[in-house]
Protein backbone atom coordinates (compact mmCIF):
# COMPACT_ATOMS: atom_id res chain seq x y z
CA UNK A 1 0.00 0.00 0.00
CA UNK A 2 3.19 2.56 0.18
CA UNK A 3 3.65 2.31 -2.95
CA UNK A 4 0.15 2.95 -4.84
CA UNK A 5 -1.78 6.24 -5.39
CA UNK A 6 -4.58 6.67 -3.07
CA UNK A 7 -7.13 8.50 -4.41
CA UNK A 8 -11.07 9.35 -3.80
CA UNK A 9 -12.86 6.33 -5.84
CA UNK A 10 -10.57 4.19 -6.34
CA UNK A 11 -11.01 0.71 -6.01
CA UNK A 12 -11.22 -0.37 -2.33
CA UNK A 13 -9.68 -3.73 -3.13
CA UNK A 14 -6.58 -2.18 -3.83
CA UNK A 15 -6.02 -0.95 -0.49
CA UNK A 16 -6.14 -4.72 0.62
CA UNK A 17 -8.00 -6.36 2.54
CA UNK A 18 -6.71 -6.03 6.21
CA UNK A 19 -7.97 -3.16 8.58
CA UNK A 20 -11.27 -2.58 7.54
CA UNK A 21 -13.74 -2.43 9.92
CA UNK A 22 -17.39 -2.43 10.41
CA UNK A 23 -18.00 0.79 13.54
CA UNK A 24 -22.05 1.15 12.10
CA UNK A 25 -22.54 -2.58 11.61
CA UNK A 26 -25.84 -3.69 13.43
CA UNK A 27 -29.05 -5.85 11.99
CA UNK A 28 -29.55 -4.53 9.01
CA UNK A 29 -28.56 -7.47 7.07
CA UNK A 30 -24.81 -7.30 6.44
CA UNK A 31 -25.32 -3.94 4.65
CA UNK A 32 -22.61 -1.69 6.24
CA UNK A 33 -20.13 0.86 5.49
CA UNK A 34 -16.80 -0.48 6.43
CA UNK A 35 -13.77 2.11 7.10
CA UNK A 36 -9.87 2.08 7.00
CA UNK A 37 -7.72 4.66 8.33
CA UNK A 38 -4.78 5.19 6.45
CA UNK A 39 -1.31 5.58 7.25
CA UNK A 40 -1.08 9.33 6.04
CA UNK A 41 -4.09 9.82 8.63
CA UNK A 42 -6.66 9.58 6.18
CA UNK A 43 -10.11 7.52 5.73
CA UNK A 44 -11.37 5.07 3.36
CA UNK A 45 -14.79 3.92 3.53
CA UNK A 46 -16.12 1.35 1.06
CA UNK A 47 -19.65 -0.59 1.17
CA UNK A 48 -19.56 -4.17 2.65
CA UNK A 49 -21.49 -5.69 -0.15
CA UNK A 50 -19.15 -4.42 -2.52
CA UNK A 51 -15.69 -4.49 -1.30
CA UNK A 52 -14.35 -4.07 -4.71
CA UNK A 53 -16.26 -1.51 -5.72
CA UNK A 54 -14.94 2.53 -5.34
CA UNK A 55 -13.34 3.47 -1.58
CA UNK A 56 -14.37 7.16 -0.63
CA UNK A 57 -10.97 8.80 0.71
CA UNK A 58 -11.61 12.09 3.53
CA UNK A 59 -9.57 13.77 5.62
CA UNK A 60 -9.02 13.67 8.73
CA UNK A 61 -10.61 17.02 9.19
CA UNK A 62 -13.67 15.98 7.26
CA UNK A 63 -14.11 13.04 9.24
CA UNK A 64 -13.83 14.93 12.61
CA UNK A 65 -16.41 17.76 10.83
CA UNK A 66 -18.92 14.78 9.51
CA UNK A 67 -18.75 13.01 12.84
CA UNK A 68 -18.79 16.00 15.30
CA UNK A 69 -21.92 16.90 12.92
CA UNK A 70 -23.94 13.51 12.77
CA UNK A 71 -23.41 13.80 16.82
CA UNK A 72 -24.80 17.02 16.79
CA UNK A 73 -28.00 15.86 14.65
CA UNK A 74 -27.01 17.64 11.29
CA UNK A 75 -27.48 14.83 9.41
CA UNK A 76 -30.78 13.50 10.98
CA UNK A 77 -32.34 14.73 7.83
CA UNK A 78 -30.37 11.53 6.13
CA UNK A 79 -32.68 8.72 8.58
CA UNK A 80 -36.16 10.58 7.33
CA UNK A 81 -37.46 9.35 4.14
CA UNK A 82 -38.12 11.44 1.17
CA UNK A 83 -41.90 12.43 1.02
CA UNK A 84 -43.82 10.99 -1.55
CA UNK A 85 -44.55 13.09 -4.28
CA UNK A 86 -47.93 12.88 -5.85
CA UNK A 87 -48.23 13.22 -9.52
CA UNK A 88 -51.19 14.66 -10.58
CA UNK A 89 -52.86 13.79 -14.09
CA UNK A 90 -54.71 16.07 -16.56
CA UNK A 91 -57.21 15.17 -18.54
CA UNK A 92 -58.27 16.82 -21.45
Known amino acids: M ?4 IYNGMPANELG ?3 WHKPWSGGNGGEC ?3 MRLKDGRVALRQSTDPDGP ?3 YTHHEMVSFI ?5 GHADFLL ?5 RRVE ?4
Open 68 to 72: EGAKA
Open 80 to 84: TAAPC
Open 89 to 92: RRTA
Open 55 to 57: ALI
Open 17 to 19: NEG
Open 33 to 35: VEA
Open 2 to 5: DRIR
